[in-house]
């Protein structure tokens, strides 16, 4: 009997070594993509798809990786990237209807591609329309977006006021009208109002920890900032929440701000060594001597 358990065991165990693979592809491919490495996230993330074609996160993973080298890439790659892409977020799809994220990332092709790559808004509101079916809140996000890329500011923010008024307490809904406001109207002080009652509805939030951090760059008090953005760094952010690599750089500026050089260039050196790849926190590391 010890000895039948013992097999069961080792049997396990091997049965389980393609999945713990694959996870650490994941888990590699992710980190390449937070470092900005799209070539080398694809290629891990190809591995993870080969390994197991029927995980639709793989897919979207890929399909994630390949949308970002696209945007590197020269015209006729973009075309063959951004079809990879699409055909990636549609297998992702198909594998598991539920996967919101792929859904989106559907829905922000459909609303960029042009018509003779199968671009449509039409497509786009369709995907909006599944997405409100299963997540009412992201629902209102996925509209807001393709309205913001037609340029319909005012049908965008309605959104995103619709989103607030049927969830009140929701401080992700509360953060999502905080970041348009801050973005598309510059309106710091409407911002920072959402992001402290994101906050107050959920301290544990830690996005609207972040949010309420660098908006002190430009509105309120920055020992505050300071303070929200020093508290993000303990966190680990998950996948699509701001990096810490963006949270040194915010606190960076809040220094800069302060006349804190040495504090400013050590935050933002931190960034730079988080994620070499971004072009504002160099040019920042160049303000400070």
């Not at 559907?106 to 609303?111: D, V």
């Not at 905080?178 to 509805?201: C, P, R």
């Amino acid at each position: 009997m010890q000895r039948t358990i013992a097999v069961i065991a080792v049997l396990v165990g091997l049965m389980a070594l393609p999945l713990f693979a694959q996870n650490s592809l994941l888990d590699q491919g992710r980190a390449a993509m937070t470092r900005n490495d799209a070539d080398a996230a694809a290629a891990l993330f190809e591995k993870a798809v080969a390994q197991n074609p029927k995980s639709a996160e793989a897919h979207y993973l890929l399909g994630s990786a390949y949308g970002s080298q696209a945007q590197k890439a020269s015209f006729f790659g973009q075309a063959s990237l951004a079809g990879k892409t699409r055909d990636e977020f549609e297998k992702a799809v198909e594998l598991d209807p539920n996967h919101l994220e792929a859904r989106f990332g559907l829905l922000q092709y459909y609303a960029f591609a042009p018509g003779i790559m199968g671009g449509s808004y039409d497509k786009a509101f369709a995907q909006a329309a599944e997405i409100r079916k299963r997540d009412p809140l992201m629902g209102h996000r996925a509209a807001a977006f393709i309205y913001s890329n037609q340029k319909k500011t005012e049908e965008a923010k309605k959104e995103y006021l619709d989103e607030v008024r049927e969830l009140p307490k929701s401080a992700r809904a509360h953060l999502d009208l905080g970041v348009f406001v801050y973005f598309v109207g510059q309106n710091y002080k409407a911002a920072a109002d959402e992001y402290e009652t994101a906050l107050k509805l959920d301290p544990a939030y830690m996005p609207s920890c972040f949010r309420a951090g660098q908006v002190t760059v430009f509105y309120g008090d920055p020992a505050r900032g300071e303070e929200l953005l020093r508290k993000y760094l303990t966190y680990s952010p998950k996948e699509n929440e701001p990096s810490l690599a963006r949270a040194h750089y915010w606190l960076g500026r809040i220094f800069e701000k302060q006349g804190k050089k040495a504090e400013a260039k050590a935050s933002y050196a931190a960034s730079l060594k988080l994620n070499p790849n971004q072009k504002d926190v160099a040019e920042a590391l160049k303000r400070v001597p």
